[in-house]
């Protein structure tokens, strides 16, 4: 009878370690409470340069009202004012610091070379607007649709821009330091050689970005949903992504120096190469095993090696 009691004491305690270690990689992710829905890759919005014209013709000319449902009336490029239509203006080089342009219509407006720090386009529409090389330092975007807006080489420090649409946008070499991107969805956007350092994308969406040697240090991407993106080469140092599921996402050659990614869901995740030092993994689930060879106290240090024909 003991032996029986002995035997069943054992392969309950074995089962249980089975299952914590199950839950650990696996289903014990504290992000899963976080995201509702699985990763969407099908329907991304494209880049605004692979958007055929007839699309880009039927967003720009469909017509949007106000939400009293009153037109809105046509803008002018020297008289800058809140719920107003700049739709086919020329807006080039245009001078609007500090101005006022809340829920207004700039759908595929050209706007490059403009100079708009400190402005407030709240609430407003540059779906397929083309804002390329513009300063919007300090200027406020919030819950803006910027779906397929061109943002090329423009500037962002200090903005805030949470609650905006930026799927499809062409964010290459964007600076957007110490910017507020919290609740924002970058899905499909392009993000490359752009330095966003200490800025916030906190409880963000951004499925299949390219954020290609990009400079992120210090930034915060805490409770994102960043599946399949790509941070080859990105310079993560102090970034933080605790709780953020990064299902497939590549960090080859990333510096991740002192990086969190305590309680993140790290599924298919590709560190090769990656340096680490006091990296936190601490709490996260489905850590590659490449990965969890080198975690001394939940924490990485060193460049990670392996070989990848093994995963």
């Known amino acids: 009878m003991r032996k029986i009691l002995f035997f069943f004491f054992s392969g309950s305690v074995v089962l249980l370690l089975g299952l914590m270690t199950f839950s650990c990689n696996s289903l014990g992710c504290s992000g899963d409470a976080t995201f509702s829905e699985l990763p969407d890759t099908l329907n991304l919005l494209p880049l605004p340069t692979s958007t055929e014209m007839d699309v880009r013709k039927e967003v720009v000319y469909a017509p949007v009202f106000l939400d009293n449902g009153e037109k809105r009336p046509k803008g002018q490029r020297n008289s800058p004012l809140d719920q107003h239509d700049y739709r086919f203006a020329n807006l080039d080089n245009v001078n609007w610091e500090s101005a006022s342009l809340k829920e207004s219509d700039f759908r595929g407006v050209s706007m490059r070379t403009s100079h708009c720090n ?56 964007l600076k957007g330091h110490r910017t507020n991107f919290r609740s924002c969805d970058f899905s499909n956007a392009l993000m490359k050689e752009s330095e966003l350092t200490e800025s916030d994308f906190s409880h963000s969406k951004a499925i299949k970005v390219s954020f290609l040697i990009s400079v992120f240090s210090g930034s915060r991407f805490d409770s994102t949903d960043f599946s399949y993106a790509d941070f080859t080469g990105a310079g993560l140092e102090d970034a933080s992504f605790v709780g953020a599921r990064l299902w497939g996402v590549s960090f080859r050659g990333a510096h991740l120096q002192y990086a969190s990614f305590r309680n993140a869901d790290l599924r298919g995740c590709n560190f090769f190469g990656a340096e680490m030092a006091e990296t936190d993994f601490t709490g996260a689930c489905n850590i590659p095993e490449h990965l969890r060879e080198v975690l001394v106290d939940g924490k990485a240090t060193g460049t990670i090696f392996y070989n990848e024909n093994a995963e």
């Open 118 to 173: 400190g402005a407030d386009f709240s609430h407003s529409d540059f779906r397929f607007a083309d804002l390329r090389w513009s300063s919007f330092s300090h200027a406020t975007f919030s819950y803006s649709n910027m779906a397929q807006c061109m943002l090329f080489r423009s500037a962002m420090n200090d903005a805030i821009a949470n609650n905006c649409d930026l799927r499809g946008c062409n964010l290459f070499g």
